[in-house]
C-alpha cells in the first residue's frame, strides 16, 4: 500500500513537471493595436458652411458605417467642426468608442471655421489636451495637435493627430514660390516642436512612454519628387519613427487620387515607435472625403 502511494506521488509531481514546462516553452500571443487615420474634409459639412441638418445627417451616418466595418481601437480624424458632430458619430457606430481628444482652435480668418482633430478610441485616457503650433517670427503654422495618453494591454500608448499647412496658394498670388516656400517652413517647424514634445514625454523622470503613434493628414511626402527637399517627413525617420506605408508598393500608397490639377500622392501618415511588426492598407475613395483613410494593425511581441 505504501509502495503504491509512492507510485501516485511520483506520477502527479512528474505530471505537474511537464505542465510547467510546457506552459513556459509556449509562447504567449503578440499584443496588437489597430489604428486608423482620416481626414473627413469638412466633417460633417464638406464644405466650410453647416449644411442642411439633413446632408450633414447621411454624411455622419456613412462615417459611423465604415468605422463600424474596421473596427479601430484608435481612430485618428481631422477637418472636424467639433465635438458635438464627432460625438454623434461615435454613438452611431455602435462600438465601444469614446472621444479621447479634440481640439478646438480658434476661429480662422474672415468668420472661417476651423478645422479641427481628434483622437477617438476604446482605450481607458490617462491623459489628453490639444496644443497649437508656435508662431516663429513671420511663420505662423495654423491648428495644431490633439494627443492623449491611453491605457492598452501593452501599456502606455501616447497618440498624436494632426493637420498641417496645405500646399495651396492663390491664384492671384504675386509670387507663388515665396507662398510655396513658407508653406513647407509652416509644415517643418511644425515638425520640429512636434518632435521636442514627444522627446519630452519618452525622457520623462517619472513613468516614460515608450510606445508612440503619430498619425494625419501632412500635406507632405515621402516619395513624391515635388517634396524631396522637404523635411517634415524625412526628420519623423531620423527620429526613429516607423512609417506602415514603407512596406507597400507605390501604387498603393496613395491617400489622395488624381485629379485634373494634381497627380496623385500620399499625404495621409501613420508613424510608430516602439511597435516592432506592423501591416496596413490603404481604403478606398468615400464618397464623404477626398482623402482615403489609413489603417494599421501594430504588434508588439510579447515580453
Request: proline fraction near 7%; hydrophobic fraction near 40%; charged fraction near 25%.
Amino acid at each position: 500500500m505504501k509502495n503504491s502511494k509512492s507510485k501516485i506521488s511520483v506520477f502527479f509531481a512528474s505530471f505537474a513537471v511537464c505542465l510547467v514546462l510546457s506552459g513556459c516553452g509556449r509562447k504567449a500571443e503578440p499584443q496588437e493595436v489597430i489604428v486608423a487615420t482620416w481626414n473627413i474634409k469638412w466633417f460633417p459639412s464638406g464644405v466650410p458652411q453647416p449644411q442642411e441638418t439633413e446632408y450633414e445627417g447621411r454624411v455622419i451616418a456613412t462615417v459611423a458605417r465604415l468605422v463600424r466595418e474596421y473596427q479601430p481601437d484608435i481612430l485618428c480624424v481631422q477637418e472636424i467642426r467639433d465635438t458635438t458632430a464627432l460625438t454623434q458619430m461615435v454613438h452611431q457606430t455602435g462600438l465601444p468608442l469614446h472621444v479621447a481628444a479634440c481640439s478646438a482652435f480658434p476661429q480662422a480668418l474672415e468668420g472661417i471655421p476651423q478645422q479641427q482633430v481628434a483622437i477617438v478610441t476604446r482605450y481607458p485616457v490617462l491623459e489628453s489636451g490639444a496644443e497649437r503650433w508656435t508662431t516663429f517670427g513671420f511663420v505662423d503654422p495654423p491648428r495644431g495637435f490633439a494627443y492623449a495618453v491611453l491605457d492598452a494591454p501593452m501599456g502606455k500608448i501616447a497618440v498624436f493627430t494632426l493637420h498641417l499647412k496645405s500646399n495651396f496658394i492663390p491664384r492671384e498670388a504675386e509670387d507663388p514660390d515665396r507662398i510655396n516656400r513658407l508653406n513647407r517652413m509652416k509644415r517643418e517647424l511644425a515638425s520640429q516642436q512636434l518632435r521636442e514634445r514627444i522627446h519630452a514625454l519618452m525622457h520623462r523622470d517619472t513613468d516614460p512612454i515608450r510606445h508612440v503613434i503619430l498619425a494625419g493628414d501632412f500635406n507632405s511626402s515621402l516619395w513624391d519628387e515635388r517634396w524631396q527637399d522637404e523635411t517634415t517627413l524625412s526628420s519623423l525617420l531620423d527620429f526613429g519613427f516607423s512609417c506602415v506605408l514603407s512596406a507597400l508598393p507605390p501604387e498603393e500608397r496613395h491617400t489622395m487620387d488624381e485629379t485634373r490639377f494634381y497627380p496623385a500622392t500620399t499625404f495621409d501618415y501613420i508613424f510608430t515607435l516602439g511597435f516592432p511588426s506592423a501591416t496596413a492598407r490603404v481604403l478606398p475613395r468615400r464618397w464623404v472625403s477626398d482623402h482615403r483613410t489609413v489603417i494599421a494593425r501594430l504588434k508588439e511581441e510579447p515580453m
